[in-house]
């Protein structure tokens, strides 16, 4: 089945240091949309983004999506403690399926 | 509500009991989904429901595991003769849009189960 691979499962980086993750799936997805889960908490929704090459910002966070609609990129600049959590990306096959989540990648800031 | 409520937080239940985890949706979003995760693991699909359509219920790991929609609002989750490998948060979500296009999903604080 249709699968979204997600890496690297961890990253511990300093704080100031950036950080990436990034999606790759099997298949073209229509949309990627990407959610964060800090440590003991829910996913929360950040962002969706549709169009092929899109490129997307919300403050230190760029969002990309590949011009083949396969695969997604989250980058984090000069990181902050606030940012600790682990990260998912989910994409649809098509608006009537449901999300096809990856892994998640853990942004772990070392002291 | 304003959010997805997710009842209760935690339980702890003997091994063989059964349980049941109850989530109420955003008021008027007609998808619901649980999810299953393990302590520092990804999120395990369990069911979906849309609007009035027969569910999705490929993820569910057993029999012991059901789940059903009341007039489009309230969803509860019923795991029958628990098992330790039960341990897990049950995440409830739900979305406007069906399928959660656009708008996302949003999850509830999710209920912790542990299986004793």
């Known amino acids: 089945g249709q699968q979204v691979m997600q890496i690297p499962q961890y990253q511990h980086v300093q704080e100031g240091e950036d950080f990436t993750t990034y999606c790759n799936s099997s298949?073209?997805?229509?949309?990627i949309q990407w959610y964060k889960q800090r440590p003991g908490g829910h996913p929360v929704f950040l962002i969706q983004?549709?169009?092929s090459g899109e490129v997307k910002k919300q403050k230190r966070l760029t969002f990309q999506f590949g011009e083949a609609k396969k695969n997604s990129s989250l980058h984090i600049t000069a990181t902050q403690t606030t940012d600790v959590g682990t990260y998912f990306c989910?994409?649809?096959?098509?608006?009537?399926?449901?999300?096809?989540w990856g892994a998640g990648t853990k942004l772990i800031i070392k002291p | 509500g304003a959010g997805v409520s997710q009842s209760p937080s935690n339980k702890v239940t003997e091994k063989g009991k059964d349980v049941e985890l109850r989530c109420d949706p955003i008021?008027?979003?007609?998808?619901l989904y649980w999810y299953r995760q393990s302590l520092g693991q990804g999120l395990e699909f369990l069911i979906y429901?849309?609007?009035?359509?027969?569910?999705?219920k490929s993820g569910l790991p057993s029999d012991r595991f059901s789940a059903e929609r009341t007039g489009g609002s309230v969803s509860t989750l019923t795991i029958q003769r628990t098992q330790q490998e039960d341990s897990a948060v049950y995440l409830c979500?739900?979305?406007?849009?069906?399928?959660?296009?656009?708008?996302?999903?949003?999850f509830g604080s999710g209920t912790r189960l542990t299986v004793v």
């Open positions: 979500a739900s979305s406007l849009a069906p399928s959660g296009y656009y708008y996302g999903y949003t």
């Open positions: 008021s008027g979003h007609t998808a």
């Open positions: 429901f849309q609007g009035n359509s027969a569910p999705d």
């Open positions: 298949t073209t997805l229509s949309n």
């Open positions: 983004l549709v169009k």
């Open positions: 989910a994409g649809h096959r098509d608006s009537n399926y449901q999300l096809i």
